[in-house]
């Protein structure tokens, strides 16, 4: 592996395959990136090394793949391009016995058990699912680190860093980690380049808990999604409207979700100023969100 570098691979596939924008087939050829990906995972206490078990996302021409793989980390790429495969076959082998390619849609196939990092570019029109399954993942068997490259725009969205940023993206992923936004990247270090930027996104886990304990996660994510679905209004209004997927948590039902709010509105939470629910649904923290579920799922127990 001495020999290879980014643009080789990157070369090599290309000689065999038009890259196919329905795949997000744009290929990473910036070194500096790549290299970045790693320190990060270091950075977090979590440097990648012999013990490590990594999963790739995508490999494609494998110039991540090249440097997981001189870490020394047992890699595990889920690629869904036959051709691909057959490319990382032909240059890899198996890097005697420390890498294993998975064909099939990442959506769709079982993933690896027992994993300690993802690092990744994740194609853009499946990051989010990609990022759900990660926190299903997660939630079962905790994962060290976790680097990926996505779309600038989206990677935003994941951090709400900025004030009035909250979406129900990003307040799922806060139940499980910090979101931490790194390098930009353009779209020249891509063959072919897209006509956007990304960015290198860190997920750093973390135990989430609220005075009253453990949050509901369940109905944490339908309230979210429920008021953030109309986020210029007020969340009186919001929560007045009963969720459409209420329903799928035990024991509930519209009265039972319409009294639940009347005595959330009657007695605030501690903490809460008097006319909270006068704001929109962007003017609270996510630890306010957390303590609105959890008074609303213990309500009538």
């Known amino acids: 592996m001495d020999d290879l570098d980014p643009r080789l691979l990157v070369d090599l596939l290309r000689d065999h395959i038009i890259p196919d924008k329905s795949l997000g087939q744009h290929f990473l050829l910036d070194q500096d990136v790549i290299s970045r990906s790693i320190e990060i995972c270091m950075e977090q206490g979590s440097p990648l090394n012999s013990e490590s078990k990594v999963l790739e996302i995508g490999p494609g021409p ?16 889920i690629e869904i391009d036959s051709e691909a495969i057959s490319h990382l076959e032909r240059v890899f082998g198996n890097a005697e016995g420390k890498l294993e390619i998975i064909s099939g849609d ?104 609220i005075e009253n304990g453990k949050i509901n996660r369940k109905m944490f994510r339908i309230i979210t999604q429920h008021c953030f679905s109309s986020r210029r209004k007020k969340i009186k209004t919001l929560l007045f409207k009963t969720p459409r997927r209420i329903s799928r948590v035990g024991g509930w039902h519209k009265s039972r979700w319409k009294a639940a709010i009347e005595d959330l509105i009657d007695n605030p939470p501690d903490g809460f100023s008097e006319n909270w629910f006068d704001n929109r649904p962007d003017m609270l923290e996510p630890e306010e969100w957390a303590i609105i579920a959890n008074r609303i799922s213990s309500f009538g127990e």
């Open 62 to 77: 494998g110039s991540l793949t090249l440097s997981l793989l001189r870490t020394n980390s047992n890699v595990i790429g």
């Open 106 to 209: 990442i959506l769709k196939v079982k993933w690896p058990n027992n994993l300690s990092h993802i690092v990744a570019n994740l194609p853009y029109q499946i990051s989010s699912p990609v990022l759900d399954l990660i926190q299903q993942y997660h939630y079962r068997s905790p994962l060290d680190a976790i680097v990926i490259l996505v779309q600038d725009e989206f990677a935003e969205r994941m951090s709400m860093e900025h004030f009035g940023s909250l979406s129900p993206l990003g307040l799922s992923l806060w139940l499980d980690f910090d979101v931490k936004l790194d390098r930009k990247v353009p779209g020249g270090a891509f063959s072919p380049a897209p006509r956007v930027n990304s960015r290198l996104v860190s997920l750093i886990p973390i135990d989430r808990s």
